[in-house]
């Protein structure tokens, strides 16, 4: 089965926040059951180890923490979706620009900090699994594009990378495990990264995909090939997404503009139809890759 998947891992904050969702009929329903019927099947949802500071107070980005992962995983075993945990590894976003290790991990040699991802992986996934939700897939690291947890050299990190491997095969070998980065148009990069996790215990060579910054899809369908056949690994695009609006609707400045180029790479119009042509051309991309191309997550 292809995956479609979306994450929506900011879903609890924002209900919190009187955020209500309806379906067609403009009918109040949950985001999960429209979603399912409109043919998802799998949701993405990241996990940060405390994304509190020291007087309590979240920093944002929808609060994920283990409590909250378990949220959304009740609502995922409510309606038969698959999940796929994101560990980040981190207390908050972690990505080739960030890739702190969690406060109290801080000052953590190597061995200390593999055996914290062992533990931490472990009690995450037994308190997600009793929901009884599915867990079909576990990303280790997120963005691991430039290191992870704070370790930057590659023996490293993919020391770390082995433990919580070692970890999810324990608790359930059908679990497919993912490693993800970014940046499929520096392909040298790409290739070089694929090459470093060679000797990782691991499933799914997974990159992130915005039509914006990374590339043409021609070069996402060669470089997700040419992996998945090298190292005999599925492959699939973790993060995409295109916007149908111009608004402003967070206070930040939007990374596409009126002002500015429309896309340094692939284009398409803002717009709902636009934001269908990006999602159906990232499918199609991931398909051409072969039979061990399995799907797409859109993100947020």
């Known amino acids: 089965e292809v ?18 969702f309806r379906n067609e009929k403009g009918e109040k329903q949950d985001i999960f059951l429209t979603l399912k019927n409109a043919g998802v099947n799998y949701i993405r949802v990241r996990v940060w180890n405390e994304p509190y500071n020291s007087s309590g107070a ?23 979706l698959k999940l796929l945990v994101d560990f980040h590894y981190s207390d908050f976003w972690a990505d080739p620009g960030k890739q702190y290790c969690p406060k109290s991990w801080k000052g953590y040699d190597l061995t200390k900090k593999s055996e914290a991802i062992k533990e931490f992986t472990s009690s995450s996934l037994s308190k997600i699994s009793a929901t009884g939700v599915q867990i079909g897939m576990v990303q280790i690291g997120n963005e691991t594009t430039s ?11 993919c020391s770390l990378m082995n433990s919580a491997s070692s970890v999810i095969r ?54 997700l090939k040419n992996i998945s056949q090298k190292y005999d690994k599925y492959v699939m695009v973790a993060e995409t997404s295109w916007a149908n609006s111009f608004e402003d609707t967070d206070m930040h400045s ?13 284009s398409y119009d803002v717009s709902v139809q636009g934001q269908i042509n990006s999602v159906s051309d990232v499918f199609k991309a991931v398909a051409d890759a072969g039979q061990k191309g399995i799907g797409v997550f859109y993100w947020e």
């Open 58 to 80: 979240t920093y944002g980005g929808g609060a994920n923490d283990i409590d909250t992962a378990v949220k959304i995983a009740q609502r995922c075993a409510e309606y038969g």
């Open 147 to 157: 290191g992870m947890c704070g370790e930057y050299d590659w023996n490293n990190v």
């Open 170 to 223: 324990k608790f359930d070998k059908d679990i497919l495990i993912a490693l993800h980065f970014t940046n499929p148009e520096k392909t040298e990069q790409i290739y070089s990264l694929a090459s470093k996790v060679s000797r990782v215990d691991y499933d799914v060579f997974a990159t992130s995909y915005y039509p914006y910054w990374h590339g043409t899809l021609s070069n996402l369908t060669e470089v």
């Open 3 to 20: 995956i479609k998947g979306v994450d929506i891992s900011s879903i609890i904050s924002l209900e919190k926040s009187g955020v209500v």
């Open 254 to 266: 939007n990374t596409i503009s009126e002002t500015g180029q429309l896309g340094n790479y692939v």
